[in-house]
């Protein structure tokens, strides 16, 4: 197993035997979920990463779109249609696309209606003068209504459009079966894929959403399969210490009756940013509800953040270690990287300058500087947990997302709100479309 948990974070044995006692029922529950291997339930998310079936359409989609000349492709969709991918993206290849040219395909996402960002894009790409074969585009929309979404693949259509003439047969509609967007897209010989219907967004990054546009970008989705699948096992054990789903809720559920309200997902490798603003959704969306199960008016929730580290030590550490003791936070590193490190040279321009990081590589600063956060937060007894990656890889993030997924199922149950649904999301979009 690559992927390693640690927890410190302030929890009594006698609050979790508790609490995880109160999830037996449902750990069993989702046990029968897995049993079924089907999409008939709200938690069937927990089965796409064993749905060959649709492995093998994304594959052979892939095989059709993608040749040796593509070159760019362009994801249009917006949260959970989007996060995911990106997660995956910036955490192997996208982080350095800014001082590469040799990532390809290149993953370009268009997660939001911006004038800057669609004409950057377009100029972009026409002046690259790419051509049907370099180009790849996916619109991802479950509900197939998405207004941000519709509009920004017909303004990208029609303006490639006027260059590329075959432009629609580059496009893949991702949505759900007979939506409008499905039927629109078939009846125009567009290919299509299709999210299981009671897969969330938030929850889709092992389905088509997901396991199309990193496959045709050339990423090993077995892999990240793999590890979501090793994952699931562990995240619906009856043995709760190999439960580290069920164990991690039974704390973010303690910390948040101690009045910790906020949980930070402090990231100390930069290219793991995204991956944060992804679980930031998955928390917001999943346990932000202002009703329970029953219809009481609540208000409960986590707001949830990201913070990279060192970054962030320098703009909101102070806050974090000196202001409220609202926040319950989970490190996240590596303990190895795959790239070649570098290290600090032993003849130095400003040799008198902190000598202890001579020939200090920058894993080992970085490390040095994890490990005195962490003195510092124990100090000060702010409560908080540890994920530590062996390596950066598909697999041990397909492991991270799987847990965090069903850590989430977990948590919904204590908390007793509906996990998988949004409701004051949705009232936005209704009143966006009133003004329309």
């Known amino acids: 197993m690559e992927f390693l948990y640690k927890q410190t974070a302030g ?19 989702l046990r029968g979920v897995a049993q079924k291997n089907n999409y008939e339930d709200l938690e069937s998310s927990i089965n796409c990463c064993v749905d060959t079936q649709v492995v ?7 095989q059709k779109k993608v040749s040796k000349q593509l070159a760019y492709i362009i994801v249009i ?20 696309d800014n001082v590469s040219t040799d990532t390809r395909p290149q993953l370009i996402f268009i997660d939001t209606i911006s004038k800057k960002l669609l004409s950057n894009t377009i100029k972009f790409l026409l002046e690259k003068k790419v051509t049907s074969q370099q180009l790849l585009i996916c619109s991802i929309s479950k509900s197939g209504n998405t207004t941000e ?13 006027q260059h590329i003439s075959d432009i629609a047969s580059r496009l893949v509609v ?13 009846k125009r010989n567009i290919d299509v894929l299709a999210i299981p219907e009671l897969v969330g967004g938030r929850y889709s990054i092992f389905s088509t959403v997901g396991l199309f ?13 793999i590890g979501a699948q090793e994952m699931r096992e562990l995240c619906i054990s009856k043995t709760i210490t190999k439960n580290v789903a069920a164990l991690s809720a039974t704390i973010l559920y303690h910390q948040y009756k101690k009045g910790k309200i906020i949980h930070d997902s402090f990231v100390f490798e930069s290219e793991l940013e995204s991956l944060g603003k992804w679980y930031r959704q998955l928390m917001g969306e999943s346990i932000g509800k202002e009703k329970n199960k029953q219809g009481k008016v609540v208000n409960i929730g986590f707001t949830p953040t990201v913070s990279v580290g060192s970054t962030d030590l320098h703009s909101v550490g102070q806050l974090y270690l000196g202001g409220p003791k609202d926040k319950v936070t989970t490190f996240i590193y590596s303990n190895n990287s795959i790239q070649k490190d570098v290290v600090v040279p032993k003849k130095r321009l400003f040799d008198e300058l902190i000598p202890m990081i001579n020939q200090k590589s920058s894993h080992q600063i970085m490390s040095a500087i994890l490990q005195g956060v962490k003195i510092a937060y124990k100090k000060k007894r702010l409560p908080y947990m540890e994920i530590s990656f062996s ?13 965090k997924m069903i850590e989430m199922m977990y948590l919904g149950f204590l908390f007793n709100v509906h996990t998988f649904d ?15």
């Open 11 to 29: 929890v009594t044995k006698n609050q979790e035997q508790t609490t995880v006692t109160r999830l037996k029922p449902y750990i069993s529950q």
């Open 56 to 62: 093998n359409e994304v594959k052979s989609l892939v």
């Open 77 to 96: 969709g917006i949260g959970g249609s989007n996060l995911g991918t990106k997660a995956i993206y910036d955490a192997i290849k996208g982080y350095t």
């Open 149 to 161: 979404t519709v509009a920004n693949t017909e303004i990208i259509i029609n303006l490639l459009g």
């Open 174 to 186: 991702i949505t759900n079966k007979d939506s409008d967007f499905w039927n629109a897209a078939v």
């Open 213 to 225: 546009p990193l496959a045709a970008a050339g990423f090993n989705i077995d892999e990240l399969l």
């Open 391 to 403: 390596c950066i890889s598909e697999k041990n993030l397909g492991a991270y997302m799987q847990y």
């Open 422 to 436: 949004q409701p004051n999301v949705e009232s936005y979009k209704i009143e966006t479309k009133k003004f329309l």
